[in-house]
């Protein structure tokens, strides 16, 4: 089903996405797609796994305390400024308090990094279609946690951990209950809970529930 839908999305859309990377490129200096690490389910008995863990009895895995799943190259339409982390550091630091931690959500409606073009993909999540390609090559899934950045693996609880017992997801449980307005510690519950009680008849229901969700633009900012 992945590489069935991934493909027909791929070439369906492809017109589309090349409009969408040339106003990328008129908009604002830079490339068009943007590519960055994330983490993803880790292979048993990979590298990865360090039995002295709490992430091992989550059956997720840790190769040190800043990747907490398998890393892979993940890619979107840019939609920040690509000087962005020379002009903003401090939304870079991801360097939180334990009672700031409880709180702290990464999406905000008046973001600076992003550009005129990236907040009009980011409200239709135009800017998530490049995911298909990672579904295509087996690094994602059409259903699943959304995939993390190696910065935020410390902050993860045991529970939290078992995210990583299966592969990100195009869209997941988070996407279709508030998205952007959940704060990374809902977020990491849901995703955590998900991974527990996975099931066909649950992931059809979140596909269903996403078509809602990017009509409406719930949370998409």
């Not at 449980?173 to 996975?198: H, I, W």
């Amino acid at each position: 089903m992945d590489i069935t839908v991934s493909v027909v999305v791929l070439l369906l859309t492809l017109p589309l996405m090349l409009v969408i990377a040339a106003i990328i490129r008129l908009d604002s200096p830079g490339p068009a797609l943007f590519w960055q690490t994330r983490m993803t389910r880790c292979r048993r008995g990979s590298a990865y796994v360090h039995s002295t863990t709490a992430a091992d009895t989550a059956g997720s895995c840790r190769r040190n305390q800043h990747m907490v799943g398998r890393p892979f190259r993940f890619v979107k339409f840019r939609t920040m400024h690509v000087n962005a982390r020379e002009r903003f550091p401090e939304l870079y630091a991801y360097d939180y308090s334990s009672e700031e931690i409880q709180h702290v959500k990464f999406k905000v409606t008046d973001d600076p990094r992003v550009t005129r073009v990236g907040r009009f993909l980011r409200k239709t999540t135009l800017d998530e279609l490049p995911n298909f390609w990672n579904v295509l090559t087996g690094e994602m899934t059409l259903c699943g946690p959304r995939p993390e950045i190696p910065e935020m693996s410390r902050y993860y609880t045991a529970h939290q951990l078992n995210k990583f017992q299966v592969l990100s997801g195009v869209t997941g449980p988070a996407q279709v209950s508030g998205r952007g307005e959940l704060s990374f510690q809902n977020t990491a519950d849901m995703d955590a809970d998900y991974a527990l009680s996975r099931s066909l008849k649950g992931d059809l229901v979140i596909l269903w529930k996403t078509v809602a969700a990017v009509i409406f633009r719930k949370g998409a900012f």
